[in-house]
Nanobody, 124 residues
């Protein structure tokens, strides 16, 4: 059974950076699409970024040019580098893995395994 654990969240000021990690155990991530999702207080969960098993990457418009998703299969880990953070990026960020990918708008339907999340707070 694949297990995912996120880390790297924290409190930062606007304009600063964070790198989130999604570490897997129990199975290899090699054949999965990995998605990063976030849920802000009072809002629905949204997919932020995804990387397919063959390295294709996807981002929502609001993070393009600021966030970068990458995967290190040797370490069984996926990263989300977040630069130029804004207060509206404040949310609990979760990673998920699945064998199917239906695009960012429907990404959660293809995810089979979820981490518990890590809190990112952007505030001055």
């Amino acid at each position: 059974q694949l297990q995912l654990v996120e880390s790297g969240g924290g409190l930062v000021q606007p304009g600063e950076s964070l790198r989130l990690s999604c570490a897997a155990s129990g199975s290899t991530l090699d054949y999965y699409t990995i998605g990063w999702f976030r849920q802000a207080p009072g809002k629905e969960r949204e997919a932020v970024s995804a990387i397919t098993f063959d390295g294709r990457t996807f981002y929502i418009d609001s993070v393009k040019g600021r966030f970068t998703i990458s995967r290190d299969n040797a370490k069984n880990t996926v990263y989300l580098q977040m630069n130029s953070l804004k207060p509206e990026d404040t949310a609990v960020y979760s990673c998920a893995a699945g064998e199917d990918f239906y695009g960012l708008g429907s990404a959660e339907y293809g995810m089979d395994y979820w981490g518990k999340g890590t809190l990112v707070t952007v505030s001055s």
